[in-house]
């Protein structure tokens, strides 16, 4: 996993939380190198998740609400990062429609190790688009708040059903209506 979900996850932490809890949870969750992440840098994904787990248990939240707050935060730096990539579509469902062939094979080119989801969409009709989520990541939730934060940047109105299509978590469909 890309050093910057680590290095943005833990800036997360801090504005919402403060620096004693980024210490903390570096320190309770026993990751190496006392969490001294890079950007561009690439961890085992094990640390990512287990980051999460010792922030829920020391904050009582649920891992996917904070995957989804760490969507809504990650669709920001992505704006400011990488304008180019969102200004491209015209709409939500445009853009979630590229992220498969366009913006995550660009990602491929700039971080030839970036491990990513992968995404089936089909468009059901004008107000609904299906998109099917698979990835031994089970990160599901963050992308729940990546597709929130999109249709706010193209101020709409959505809202996103979500069905696990195996226990596992790996493979998620969310039916967006707006
Ligand atoms: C400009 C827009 C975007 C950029 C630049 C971008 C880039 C990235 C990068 C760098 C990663 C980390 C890869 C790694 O850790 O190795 C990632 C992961 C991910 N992306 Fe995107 N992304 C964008 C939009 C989206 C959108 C709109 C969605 C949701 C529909 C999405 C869903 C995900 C998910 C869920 C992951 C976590 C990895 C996994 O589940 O396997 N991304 N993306």
Not at 115 to 126: A, G, I, K, S, V
């Amino acid at each position: 996993m890309k050093g910057i979900v680590f290095t943005e996850f833990l800036e997360m932490v801090e504005e919402k939380y403060g620096y004693e809890a980024v210490d903390r949870i570096i320190r309770q969750s026993k990751v190496p190198n006392d969490g001294a992440y890079t950007a561009t840098g690439t961890y085992p994904s094990s640390e990512m998740h287990a980051l999460l787990t010792t922030l829920c248990n020391a904050e009582q939240l649920s891992g996917d609400d904070v995957l989804t707050a760490f969507g809504d935060h990650l669709f920001r730096v992505f704006l400011k990062n990488y304008p180019w990539l969102i200004t491209a579509s015209k709409d939500s469902f445009q853009l979630l429609e590229s992220v498969e062939g366009t913006i995550h094979v660009d990602v491929l080119k700039l971080y030839p190790d970036a491990e990513l989801p992968r995404f089936q969409t089909t468009r059901l009709d004008e107000h609904t688009l299906e998109m099917i989520y698979q990835s031994d990541r089970r990160m599901s939730s963050l992308a729940v708040g990546l597709i929130m934060a999109t249709a706010r940047h193209f101020q709409e109105q959505i809202t996103i059903e979500t069905e696990s299509l195996e226990s596992t978590g790996k493979s998620v469909r969310f039916l967006i209506k707006k």
